[in-house]
């Protein structure tokens, strides 16, 4: 079956601009969470949703927001750019939820000047 | 949130066993331990997880001791391909439900010719 897509893979920003970074999760998948991954900070947890809900959120401000459709592709939005928010953001998609086996996607590599 | 300690790097060579270990030190009752292996640009891998006593599929084995304070991943007899980093995740709630994730720092393994 396919696998966690992430689109786009790469993209430069400017700072003050917004992103908008789209995952399309594995058929049949209800859960989808995503992370930013710096050298710095590793891989941090921002939100999880399931079935159109954000059911967690981890300890991002508010420029970091998601949703989920009813098809289960995520969205991802990140407003007001920092040079602190250049990162790979992945997602994962899972049947249950994080805790149990998940799929990630390979990552979009964010740039912001 | 139960946070999670690993060593940055280790070396192995081939075809020997390598332990991993990850404290958590604060790690609540309903609290679950997953392990994940990333390779360089790819997202993580599901390796693992446990609650507690050991847990054993067809690439690894986990053990968790009775106060579960801490885990430990048993590679067997690791090749080439096995370098990569492992992350160890606690996460708050039952596989499923509810749930916060705290990703360890991760611990870069490399395996020598």
């Known amino acids: 079956k396919a696998g966690v897509t992430q689109t786009p893979r790469y993209l430069i920003k400017t700072r003050g601009q917004q992103v908008t970074l789209s995952c399309s999760p594995i058929s049949g998948h209800r859960s989808v969470s995503w992370y930013q991954q710096t050298p710095g900070q590793g891989l941090q947890f921002l939100f999880e949703?399931?079935?159109?809900?954000?059911?967690n959120k981890g300890n991002f401000p508010g420029r970091f927001s998601g949703r989920q459709f009813s098809n289960s592709r995520s969205e991802m939005n990140v407003s007001t750019l920092e040079l602190g928010d250049s990162a790979l953001y992945l997602c994962?998609?899972?049947?249950?939820?994080?805790?149990?086996?998940?799929?990630f996607g390979q990552g979009t590599r964010l740039t912001v000047v | 949130l139960a946070k999670t300690t690993q060593p940055i790097s280790m070396d192995s060579y081939e075809g020997q066993e390598v332990n991993i270990t990850c404290s958590h030190n604060?790690?609540?009752?309903?609290?679950?331990i997953t392990w994940y292996q990333q390779f360089p640009s790819q997202g993580p891998r599901f390796i693992i997880q446990g609650y507690k006593t050991k847990v054993t599929n067809e690439v690894a084995s986990l053990f968790i001791p009775a106060d579960r304070k801490s885990s430990t991943l048993s590679l067997p007899r690791v090749s080439l391909s096995d370098t990569a980093v492992y992350y160890c995740?606690?996460?708050?709630?039952?596989?499923?439900?509810?749930?916060?994730?705290?990703f360890g720092t991760g611990t870069k393994l490399q395996v020598i010719p």
């Open positions: 604060n790690i609540a009752t309903n609290d679950y």
């Open positions: 995740l606690v996460g708050e709630g039952a596989p499923g439900g509810y749930q916060k994730v705290t």
């Open positions: 949703y399931f079935s159109e809900t954000q059911r």
């Open positions: 994962a998609s899972s049947f249950r939820g994080i805790g149990t086996e998940a799929f």
